[in-house]
Nanobody, 115 residues
Framework: QVQLVESGGGLVQPGGSLRLSCTASRSIFSASVTGWYRQAPGKQRELVATITRGGRTNYADSVKGRFTISRDVAKNTMYLEMNSLKPEDTSVYYC?????????WGQGTRVTVSS
């Protein structure tokens, strides 16, 4: 079993920034994929950004140029730097790590973008 613990959510004004963190109980370097998803009320969970073991990144079109995914392997932690936030970015953000073809999710951290 792998535990993922997220932090960093909160309330921010439009145009502001937040950094989300997700710390895993197992080496994130051994995960085939790690990433961030989000789910807004009444909507399906959607991909935000992923990073592979080899360091290849992938972003949803809606966040390209504004969000950056990164990781600190020594700390077993991945990050999501979010800039130029918009009200439509309001969601619960979940981190994901895939080990041996099994997906593990964090508990979610809420991000609210509002003036």
């Amino acid at each position: 079993q792998v535990q993922l613990v997220e932090s960093g959510g909160g309330l921010v004004q439009p145009g502001g920034s937040l950094r989300l963190s997700c710390t895993a109980s197992r080496s994130i370097f051994s995960a085939s994929v790690t990433g961030w998803y989000r789910q807004a009320p009444g909507k399906q969970r959607e991909l935000v950004a992923t990073i592979t073991r080899g360091g290849r990144t992938n972003y949803a079109d809606s966040v390209k140029g504004r969000f950056t995914i990164s990781r600190d392997v020594a700390k077993n932690t991945m990050y999501l730097e979010m800039n130029s936030l918009k009200p439509e970015d309001t969601s619960v953000y979940y981190c994901l790590s895939t080990y041996d073809a099994m997906d593990y999710w964090g508990q979610g951290t809420r991000v609210t973008v509002s003036s």
